[in-house]
């Protein structure tokens, strides 16, 4: 089992539409990261959370600590929003991060 | 103020060669990750470094590959005799410090193919 579990893989939707895409760990951090890849692109830096909730434009992100539980919303979804969104955890015991498998979005016009 | 500088964005080489991949972090950054993506595969951490030293090199692969951070210039990963299965997506990321919640900055990756 990894330590870092993403759903769903992958996530098709409709322009305009609500998008929430989760991420659960089984080890103890101090940090949770969300990132974004484009294909054959590099990893831009989202969201980094260590409590309660954040927003930035149309995305939302937000964690429970006790739950060992991270989702990131997007709302009024855009086809350009179409990529991979990776969940990353610092674990409490270091700096390095590890990362779910990541989830594929696509958002059709 | 650059982000992240990696460099070459993509390499090609043939089994046996040698590769050397190269990351510039942010100005002021003086912490440097290295992670790997296999195709169809996710990240995973390589290596760790501050200036001239290796903090941990836990995810490096035993054998062929090493990295450094020197005084001056920028951080190098290296693969001697390359294989096919090095074939991937290498990312480098940098931070100002370490402790929990630092935002970490990510290079646009080198992408090594070996032939």
């Known amino acids: 089992k990894n330590e870092v579990e993403q759903s769903p893989q992958n996530l098709t939707a409709q322009e305009g539409e609500f998008i929430t895409i989760n991420c659960s760990y089984s080890v103890g951090i101090s940090a949770l990261h969300w990132l974004q890849q484009h294909p054959g692109g590099g990893i831009v830096s989202l969201f980094m959370?260590?409590?309660g909730k954040k927003k930035h434009g149309r995305l939302i992100a937000t964690i429970n600590i006790q739950e060992k539980h991270s989702s990131l919303h997007i709302t009024a979804s855009h086809p350009r929003d179409s990529a991979v969104y990776i969940c990353?955890?610092?674990?409490?015991?270091?700096?390095?991060?590890?990362f779910g498998e990541g989830t594929q979005l696509t958002v059709n016009p | 103020n650059a982000g992240v500088m990696q460099n070459p964005r993509h390499l090609v080489r043939r089994r046996g060669q040698e590769a050397r991949l190269r990351c510039s972090p942010m100005?002021?950054?003086?912490?440097v990750y290295w992670y790997r993506q296999l195709p169809e595969e996710g990240l995973k951490f390589m290596v760790y470094l501050q200036k001239e030293n290796i903090i941990d090199e836990s995810g490096m692969p035993k054998e062929r590959f090493s990295a450094e951070f020197p005084k001056e210039g920028p951080s190098i990963l290296r693969i001697q005799q390359v294989v096919r299965g090095d074939s991937a997506a290498y990312f480098c990321a940098s931070s100002p410090h370490t402790g929990p919640g630092n935002t970490i900055y990510f290079g646009e990756g080198s992408w090594l193919t070996v032939v």
């Open positions: 100005k002021g950054h003086s912490h």
């Open positions: 990353a955890v610092e674990e409490t015991s270091g700096s390095r991060l590890t």
């Open positions: 959370l260590s409590s």
